[in-house]
Structure formats: C-alpha cells, structure tokens
T-cell receptor, first 116, second 115 residues
Framework: GAVVSQHPSWVICKSGTSVKIECRSLDFQATTMFWYRQFPKQSLMLMATSNEGSKATYEQGVEKDKFLINHASLTLSTLTVTSAHPEDSSFYIC????????????FGPGTRLTVL | AQSVTQPDIHITVSEGASLELRCNYSYGATPYLFWYVQSPGQGLQLLLKYFSGDTLVQGIKGFEAEFKRSQSSFNLRKPSVHWSDAAEYFCAVASGYSSASKIIFGSGTRLSIRP
C-alpha cells in the first residue's frame, strides 16, 4: 500500500511557541489530506481537510488561526500549531488520499505533541 | 449526519478464542465502511473496507466483517485471536467518494488477550 510519513514523530515544546508537523505521501500524489487529533484513549477527531492548492476546510470548533494547514504540493501538507498551550498536547495524525486509488485514505504514523 | 457507534469500550478474550467487535452506523444512503487497528502509540492500519457487493468482507490478518443493512451494523470477526491482536480497533464510515468526503470514526474498542 501507499506510504505516508510524518515528521517529527514526537515533539516537546514550551507554552507559547509554534510547532510545525509535516505529512508526506512518499509514493503517490495526495490530492486530499486530512488532519486528525487523538486524545489519550479516545478516538480520532477530524480537524480539517485540505486539497492541494486550496485553503483547508476546518471542522466546527477547530480554530483555523491556531491550527494552520498548508497543502502546497501533491506530496506535502503541514500543520502548524501556533502559540501552543498544554491543552494542545495530543497525538496528531494525518492521512492522504489521491492518485491512483481515491478509495482509501492512508494514515501516517502520528506525531506526539507535548506542550510544557 | 453520519455517525458510528462502538458499544464495547474494552473486550478481553482468551488466546485462540473467537472474537466479534460490534459496530453500528447511522447514515441515510449506502455507507462506505471501514475497520482500522491501532497499536499503542502508532498510526492506523486498514483491516478491511466495504463499498458494495458481497456483504461479507475479508480483510488482512484473518479478520472479516459482515455488512447488515437491516441492522445498520458492520461487525468485525476473527475465528481465533492471537496475542498480537491486542490493540485498539476503530470502525469508521465515509460519506462517499469524492475529494470532499470525510471519514468519521467510532470511539474505539480496546482488545486485550488473555494468555
């Protein structure tokens, strides 16, 4: 199957700083990428959907100015958590869908963010 | 709006025993349904998916699931579990297949295996 990577796999930062998480499709073109967050022992909650070259569509309740998403190419999407606070600590997972198989999302391994 | 319910938060079964994880969905049209598995601290792995056709779907690692429209269910089964099957299992539904369709996840069922 197609491979999606995330970088970094974990990050610890101080409150107030910004953190960027990368999501890459390694062997296919990702026309659509999704960002999820997962709190401990909970399910994945969709944060936003991004199509290459377009602005991301955010789910209700997700602050677009806090969680900046850029999908500038068919293989890369980034999520920037701006002015991070301890409540932003979570497991962030991206997924990608695209060519040739539009019928499946491929998930990245996730990024553990801890804000001190 | 579509939704997924996994009524069992945690299930423990003995190694070698059979397994059934329950999933109910709510969606007006024909749903696209998935089962994913997540090991601790890891991403998601697709076990199987149902789009149309045969309502009994075979997946990886010996798992299968049956789509029952009359019961709005998509339960996951395995005839004999292995200790390596211990993980979190998520049922999910997608609204359709366009670039705008989204996958909605259930709350998950944690599977523990008794030696």
């Amino acid at each position: 199957g197609a491979v999606v990577s995330q970088h970094p796999s974990w990050v610890i930062c101080k409150s107030g700083t910004s953190v960027k998480i990368e999501c890459r499709s390694l062997d296919f073109q990702a026309t659509t990428m999704f960002w999820y967050r997962q709190f401990p022992k909970q399910s994945l909650m969709l944060m936003a959907t991004s199509n290459e070259g377009s602005k991301a569509t955010y789910e209700q309740g997700v602050e677009k100015d806090k969680f900046l998403i850029n999908h500038a190419s068919l293989t890369l999407s980034t999520l920037t958590v701006t002015s991070a606070h301890p409540e932003d600590s979570s497991f962030y997972i991206c997924s990608a869908r695209g060519v040739p198989d539009h019928n499946e999302q491929f998930f990245g391994p996730g990024t553990r963010l801890t804000v001190l | 709006a579509q939704s997924v319910t996994q009524p069992d938060i945690h299930i423990t079964v003995s190694e070698g025993a059979s397994l059934e994880l329950r999933c109910n969905y709510s969606y007006g049209a024909t749903p696209y349904l998935f089962w994913y598995v997540q090991s601790p601290g890891q991403g998601l792995q697709l076990l199987l998916k149902y789009f149309s056709g045969d309502t009994l779907v075979q997946g990886i690692k010996g798992f299968e699931a049956e789509f029952k429209r009359s019961q709005s269910s998509f339960n996951l089964r395995k005839p004999s579990v292995h200790w390596s099957d211990a993980a979190e299992y998520f049922c999910a539904v997608a609204s359709g297949y366009s670039s705008a369709s989204k996958i909605i996840f259930g709350s998950g069922t944690r599977l523990s295996i008794r030696p």
